[in-house]
C-alpha cells in the first residue's frame, strides 16, 4: 500500500477544496494525507461560526483513493477541530487537547474532542490525532494498549525556539512521534502544514516512522511538497510480535 503526505499551505478561507483536489489527482497513492485545518487555515477565529462545515459536505465527496483532511466541523451546536478520514464513509476524531496558551488561542474557539479510538480501514486498525493530542501522555497510553496497524497525525505546528541550527519543535515532535510508533508497532504519517498565518510560520517536515522506529521518508521545511512511501505490511506484524505480552 502507498501512502502520501500532502504538505500544502491553505489558505485562510473555506476555499481550500480546489487545491486538496489538485494533490489527489497528482498522486496514484491509495491515501492522501492534508494537514490539520487543511480545509479551512489555521488561524480561523471570529470567522469559525461562518466558515466552519457540516459533515454532510464531506460525504458528498467522491474520490477514488482513501483521504485524510483537516476541518472545523459544525456538530450539535459545536464546532470542533477534527480530522477526517473519508473512503466510502467518513469518520471524524474531533481534537482533545486544545492548546490555550501562548500564541494559541484553540480553546477559545473549538470545543474539545471526548477521546480517542480506532476505526478499520484497508491498512487495518486505524487511529488518527491533531497535533497537541500527541503531546499528552494519554496519547502514548492509548496506541501503547491498542496497537494499531496505522497512525495518522495531522498538524499545524508553527515554528519556534531555533538553537544551533536545529528546531526544538521538530526535536520534540521527532521523539514522540518515533515513541508511538515503537510502543506500537504502527506505522506513524505526520504531516505537518506550511506556510504563514498572523505571525506564525509552519515549519512543514512531514514525515512517515516506521514500526522501528526509523524515518523512512521526510519533507522540506517551510515548502510545499507531495511525498510517498510504500508502507510494508510485514514489518508491521514482525514489530508487534515483538511486542506480544508473554
Same mark, same amino acid.
Given at each position: 500500500m502507498k501512502i502520501a503526505l500532502a504538505q500544502i499551505r491553505p489558505k485562510l478561507s473555506p476555499d481550500n477544496l480546489e487545491k486538496h483536489l489538485e494533490y489527489i489527482g497528482t498522486s496514484d497513492a491509495d491515501l492522501v494525507i492534508f494537514p490539520e485545518l487543511s480545509m479551512n487555515g489555521y488561524k480561523i477565529k471570529d470567522a469559525l461560526l461562518e466558515d466552519a462545515f457540516e459533515i454532510e459536505f464531506f460525504k458528498k465527496l467522491k474520490f477514488n483513493k482513501d483521504v485524510v483532511l483537516g476541518a472545523a466541523i459544525k456538530n450539535g451546536g459545536k464546532i470542533y477541530n477534527s480530522a477526517l478520514y473519508i473512503n466510502n464513509d467518513v469518520f471524524v476524531h474531533n481534537k482533545v487537547h486544545l492548546p490555550t496558551y501562548g500564541v494559541f488561542e484553540e480553546g477559545r474557539f473549538f470545543f474539545a474532542g471526548e477521546g480517542f479510538c480506532t476505526f478499520e480501514t484497508k491498512f487495518g486498525k486505524t487511529c488518527m490525532f491533531v497535533c497537541e493530542d500527541v503531546?499528552? /501522555?494519554?496519547?502514548l497510553n492509548f496506541v501503547s494498549q491498542t496497537k494499531p496497524d496505522l497512525i495518522i497525525v495531522i498538524a499545524a505546528s508553527p515554528a519556534r525556539e531555533f538553537g544551533e541550527g536545529k528546531l526544538l519543535i521538530e526535536e520534540q515532535w521527532d521523539s514522540l512521534l518515533k515513541s508511538m510508533a515503537i510502543l506500537s508497532g504502527a506505522y506513524v504519517l505526520f504531516c505537518n502544514r506550511v506556510g504563514? *498565518?498572523? @505571525? =506564525? @510560520?509552519?515549519? /512543514? +517536515?512531514?514525515? $512517515?516512522?516506521?514500526?522501528? +522506529?526509523?524515518?523512512? $521518508?521526510?519533507? #522540506?521545511?517551510? #515548502?510545499? *511538497? =507531495?511525498? *510517498?512511501c510504500e508502507l510494508n505490511h510485514n514489518l508491521t506484524i514482525t514489530q508487534k510480535y515483538f511486542l506480544r505480552k508473554s
Open positions: 503531546f499528552s /501522555g494519554d496519547a504563514f *498565518e498572523d @505571525g =506564525l @510560520g509552519f515549519w /512543514g +517536515g512531514s514525515r $512517515v516512522i516506521n514500526p522501528k +522506529g526509523e524515518t523512512e $521518508v521526510k519533507a #522540506e521545511y517551510f #515548502e510545499e *511538497e =507531495l511525498i *510517498e
